[in-house]
């Protein structure tokens, strides 16, 4: 089957660092991605890995390792709008993206 | 750019009643859309994937008969929730993508379905 697993949630302070891991086991990877959603708003995307390594985009950043079939979401400078849902999802190798369960992030002051 | 639209963004209906749910690709033309429901909490789950001028393909477990989905042009999809119940309430969800080999997919804003 396939399935993608991350924490169910995970509190921090503002300004401090946060890890969100995910691993996956699916059919075919074609690149994890991860997205944010607001409560009652749409899922929006945040970053992208199709190989190994660190992808940086501002004060977030996603890492891969293909044969770990893990990766990381990494925030930084937390803020308090950063309180939402983070979900990392593959793409497998029929062109279908597979959403983990989500990971609710809470910022506290 | 990458913007996509719903119509409406929420709506309450009578059980036994059909909803349809529009979804627009409003700067790009969507090759394949994707319509996904999410329950509270929960994350989203595939219910369908329709590239233009084709029949959808419809998830496992989704009944293709009471989740009728149209993709009649490369920037309109519509979700048909046929003769709806209570348990049909959720949070149904589009995305659009540009083409086969493009790796993101843009996602609609969502329409809220309430069934009484």
């Known amino acids: 089957g396939q399935s993608l697993e991350q924490p169910s949630e995970v509190t921090a302070v503002e300004g401090a660092i946060v890890q969100i891991n995910c691993t996956y086991q699916?059919?075919?990877?074609?690149?994890l991605s991860w997205y944010q959603q607001h409560d009652g708003g749409a899922p929006t995307f945040l970053s992208y890995n199709a190989l190994d390594g660190l992808e940086e985009t501002g004060r977030f950043s996603s890492f891969l390792s293909r044969s770990d079939s893990y990766g990381y979401l990494l925030l930084q400078e937390l803020q308090m709008k950063d309180s939402a849902s983070y979900f990392c999802a593959v793409r497998d190798n029929t062109g279908k993206l597979i959403f983990g369960q989500g990971t609710t992030l809470q910022v506290k002051p | 750019g990458a913007v996509v639209s719903q119509h409406p963004s929420w709506v309450i209906c009578k059980s036994g009643t059909s909803v349809k749910i529009e979804c627009r690709s409003l700067d790009f033309q969507a090759t394949t859309m994707f319509w996904y429901r999410q329950f509270p909490k929960q994350s989203l789950m595939l219910m369908a994937t329709s590239n233009e001028g084709s029949k959808a393909t419809y998830e496992q477990g989704v009944e293709k008969d009471k989740f009728l989905i149209n993709h009649a042009s490369l920037t309109l999809s519509t979700l048909t929730v046929t003769s709806a119940h209570p348990e049909d309430s959720s949070f149904y969800i589009c995305s659009a993508r540009t083409g086969t080999s493009s790796y993101e997919q843009y996602f609609g804003p969502g329409t809220r379905l309430t069934v009484t």
């Open positions: 699916t059919s075919g990877f074609y690149g």
